[in-house]
């Protein structure tokens, strides 16, 4: 098991929402919570709110019109990204690396 340098918690539509790079890997790999979880020892219920967070937007994703994809209202994004941003920092205070967090709306960095 490779050493985990940092996180990038960013959905992207038919996509893992986590992206990982360690110390053998120069780029992020698109990474499964369960994966995080067993390899990374992020805390299960972090990984899993994550990934009902990400459930959310992959919900709005309309494969026939992707630009016309996304939620309903600006309430409703602002709710949505808010959300994820605690996670991420609940993600990075477990595990103790660089953890980025992305969306649309801006993106913030946590740790090193």
Same mark, same amino acid.
């Given at each position: 098991?490779?050493?985990?340098?940092?996180?990038?918690?960013?959905?992207?539509?038919?996509? =893992? !929402?986590?992206?990982?790079? +360690? #110390?053998?890997?120069?780029?992020?790999?698109?990474?499964? *919570?369960? @994966? &995080?979880?067993?390899?990374?020892?992020?805390?299960?219920?972090?990984?899993?709110?994550?990934?009902?967070?990400?459930?959310?937007?992959?919900?709005?994703?309309?494969?026939?019109?992707?630009?016309?994809?996304? =939620? !309903?209202?600006?309430?409703? +994004? #602002?709710?949505?990204?808010?959300?994820?941003?605690?996670? *991420?920092? @609940? &993600?990075?205070?477990?595990?103790?690396?660089?953890?980025?967090?992305?969306?649309?709306?801006?993106?913030?960095?946590?740790?090193?």
């Amino acid at each position: 098991m490779s050493r985990l340098i940092s996180v990038r918690v960013a959905p992207e539509w038919e996509c =893992f !929402p986590f992206w990982v790079r +360690t #110390a053998d890997e120069v780029i992020a790999d698109n990474c499964s *919570a369960e @994966r &995080l979880v067993a390899e990374f020892g992020a805390p299960a219920d972090v990984a899993k709110a994550i990934d009902a967070w990400d459930d959310e937007f992959q919900a709005v994703y309309n494969p026939d019109d992707p630009m016309g994809s996304g =939620f !309903p209202d600006e309430a409703t +994004t #602002a709710a949505w990204h808010e959300r994820g941003e605690r996670l *991420a920092g @609940r &993600l990075a205070s477990a595990l103790r690396v660089r953890t980025e967090f992305h969306t649309a709306r801006g993106e913030l960095v946590f740790g090193g």
